[in-house]
């Protein structure tokens, strides 16, 4: 398979696809990442490769939690639970991720990297394709000291 898309800054390389998982390697630069919480059905589970990422999930009491990870690491999102994954360091980051069910998360990377085709898509655009494909934005992260 291997289908390389560039969504944003961030490069996911599409390894494996079925209607129950999907398995991609992701390259996130130094501050890329979804600049929002959001959510969605599909459960992920990360394991870094290289670099380090900042996963924010919420918990049951939706108090924000923040988990440094790095190489060897794996961090699991529960499917609807509010989160986002950021590259907060001055390096590049690489991941292994396995979304389940793959189906509609390799639908939604697909549709954001042709929309992102022809330069930064208007917020608006990005909103709607996000909800056409069951992922909701939950808000902005909390300011950070």
């Known amino acids: 398979m291997k289908d390389k898309l560039l969504v944003g800054t961030d490069e996911i390389t599409l390894l494996a696809s079925s209607e ?6 992701v390259r996130i630069p130094a501050g890329g990442g979804p600049p929002l919480l959001h959510r969605h059905d599909p459960e992920e589970v990360y394991r870094v490769e290289g670099g380090r990422l900042a996963v924010y999930r919420e918990d049951a009491g939706g108090a924000l939690e923040r988990i440094d990870a790095g190489p060897g690491d794996v961090v699991h999102i529960a499917g609807g639970t509010p989160h986002t994954v950021r590259n907060e360091s001055g390096a590049a980051a690489r991941a292994y991720v396995v979304f389940s069910p793959g189906a509609p998360m390799e ?5 954001a990297a042709e929309l992102a085709a022809g330069g930064p898509p208007a917020v608006g655009d990005v909103l709607a394709l996000a909800g056409r494909h069951g992922v909701e934005m939950t808000g902005p992260l909390p300011a950070t000291s």
């Open 20 to 25: 129950a998982l999907l398995t991609a390697e």
């Open 107 to 111: 639908a939604f990377v697909r549709a």
